[in-house]
């Protein structure tokens, strides 16, 4: 795995935390500047959001757990960036779910573990302890929690599954599917997530940065947002 020696300042930079998000960022399929797709992976990405997803649009007939399955698949055009670019998306979406975690349940501090233990294995530190802690987080019985706090939590399991087993790809999809039809970045906002996700954190994992706003629960919607097809 590649050490990201940028990583610790990056995420102190002032750019990345949650900000409103703008009317073109949820509407207009618009990548980053900085992001350089082959041809293959940019058209896949266009034709995804094109599509309009069952679960995501009323009357939508299109299979989204098929596109995540492929979409993720181009993470691995690279074996020396692949865990890297795994471990990246993951912690962009544990970002995404930290508010939710912490809305419905203040005094949790098990996800902010895992959080940490993804900092320090993004940086390659030699030595990273806690790993027994992150291995009890699969153990939580979810049933009496409400949606929205299982949900998010499931992100932070299934993180925990992906850095310690080697079913990564199967781990990462579900923490898309989650995130983008369930509760645990936001309930109801499930499209905009969507194109948050394939626009913009996942061309900043592919690429080995972070995205430069992050969609949470407190985001902030455009009034007239519409989605528009490329």
Known sequence: MLALSWFKETIEDSEV?????????????????????????YAFLK????KKYSGLFEGGKDDLESTVTSLLSFLGDNEEKYKSRCLLFCYVCCLATKDT?????PKEVRHLKVLNYLEKALNQQSEIEGKAELDRFNELDYSPYSSGLTDSLQVYSHTVSCI??????????????ICCEDDAIAPGDYRPIFNWLLTKAYPAAYALRLPRFIFTRNTHMPEGWQYKQA
Do not use: G, H, R
Not at 19 to 41: D, G, R, V, Y
Not at 47 to 50: C, I, L, M, T
């Open 164 to 177: 310690f087993s080697e079913q990564t790809l199967e781990n990462i999809q579900e923490i898309f599917l």
């Open 17 to 41: 935390v949650p900000e409103p998000i703008s009317l073109k960022t949820c509407s207009e399929f618009i990548l980053p500047k900085w992001f350089n797709p082959s041809e293959e992976l």
């Open 47 to 50: 034709q995804s959001w094109n």
């Open 101 to 105: 975690v912490e809305a419905y349940a």
